[in-house]
T-cell receptor
């Protein structure tokens, strides 16, 4: 079965600093990978996704992620953090091995941004 | 753009009562997914429907049932509620285009509290 591991339940950065949220996946076939963001008391919003093709994926709000097969990673980055980026971030994997189309989520990383 | 609509947004029930959660997918989306997110947990897949047929099943209790109607909206019926059912219930929808993995768009969730 496919799974994702998010390293660090909490990540703290200063405003303007680099954001790096780590996600490693486990899959025997090429996975479909997603990053979702959840603001307090809100639903899940899609940040970006990797299906096939270019391994560097750009998403909304200045976020991007790079699919590295050799490292089985899909880390999320943003060059400069903004206060509004404070939220919970979930990495998710989907595709053949997880069943028809269901998503399997990581345990989430809470991003804290200080002034 | 129209998003996934869920109702009610909040629901309080007593133990052993029943609850019905509704999900209205994005217009023209034909696939609906249900996820359960316990306090401080990652979303867990419950069940999905494509063209009114169950397409996949996850860790959904036998006390729960769901269906998708001809207008593609879906309802999650929960009976004999337990304290442990208190969670945020997400609905997501996608449009089937023949790809192995479609992008799922999430609604704001229904927060269920069982007392």
């Amino acid at each position: 079965a496919q799974s994702v591991t998010q390293l660090g339940s909490h990540v703290s950065v200063s405003e303007g600093a680099l954001v790096l949220l780590r996600c490693n996946y486990s899959s025997s076939v090429p996975p479909y990978l997603f990053w979702y963001v959840q603001y307090p008391n809100q639903g899940l919003q899609l940040l970006l996704k990797y299906t096939t093709g270019a391994t560097l994926v750009k998403g909304i709000n200045g976020f991007e992620a790079e699919f590295k097969k050799s490292e089985t990673s899909f880390h999320l980055t943003k060059p400069s953090a903004h206060m509004s980026d404070a939220a919970e971030y979930f990495c998710a994997v989907g595709g053949m091995n997880t069943g028809f189309q269901k998503l399997v989520f990581g345990t989430g990383t809470r991003l804290l941004v200080s002034p | 753009a129209a998003g996934v609509i869920q109702s009610p947004r909040h629901l309080i029930k007593e133990k052993r009562e029943t609850a019905t959660l509704k999900c209205y997918p994005i217009p023209r989306h034909d696939t609906v997914y249900w996820y359960q997110q316990g306090p401080g947990q990652d979303p867990q897949f419950l069940i999905s429907f494509y063209e009114k047929m169950q397409s996949d099943k996850g860790s959904i209790p036998d006390r729960f049932s769901a269906q998708q109607f001809s207008d593609y909206h879906s309802e999650l019926n929960m009976s004999s509620l337990e304290l442990g059912d208190s969670a945020l219930y997400f609905c997501a929808s996608s449009l089937s285009t023949g790809r192995l993995m479609e992008t799922q768009y999430f609604g704001p969730g229904t927060r269920l509290l069982v007392l």
